[in-house]
């Protein structure tokens, strides 16, 4: 599976984007695919994450309703819609793949493939 982020970009604070995570070499039936952040000198993420086949979704406790996790079967690509965005926003966010579903879906090392991110830069 490939992934490829797109949608990221600067916006001022209290702005929205939509991110997008683009899949190929084969479909997402049976994956949960998440969402990951890192910002400048700190520790990479958990944002939230969605199950392919059913669209369960879950999110960090600090999202508090600002992002929405979705996907879209057809074009075989999960979207991040954020929405008043902050400056401690700004990171590199990335999409992963994981075909572990019963595993501890914000664990990082649960995710077997990755995209290389974009960035997302919230100005004040």
């Known amino acids: 599976v490939q992934l490829v982020e797109s949608g990221g970009g600067l916006v001022q604070a209290g702005g929205s984007l939509r991110l997008s995570c683009a899949a190929s070499g084969r479909t997402l039936s049976g994956y949960r695919m998440g969402w990951f952040r890192q910002a400048p000198g700190k520790e990479r993420e958990f944002i939230s994450r969605?199950?392919?086949?059913?669209?369960?979704?879950y999110y960090a406790h600090w999202v508090k309703g600002r992002f929405t996790i979705s996907r879209d079967n057809a074009k075989n690509t999960v979207y991040l819609q954020m929405n008043n965005l902050k400056p401690e926003d700004t990171a590199i966010y990335y999409c992963?793949?994981?075909?572990?579903?019963?595993?501890?879906?914000?664990?990082?090392?649960?995710?077997?493939?990755w995209g290389p991110g974009t960035q997302v830069t919230v100005s004040s």
């Open positions: 992963a793949a994981s075909t572990q579903l019963s595993t501890i879906s914000s664990n990082m090392g649960t995710y077997d493939y």
């Open positions: 969605i199950t392919w086949s059913i669209g369960a979704t």
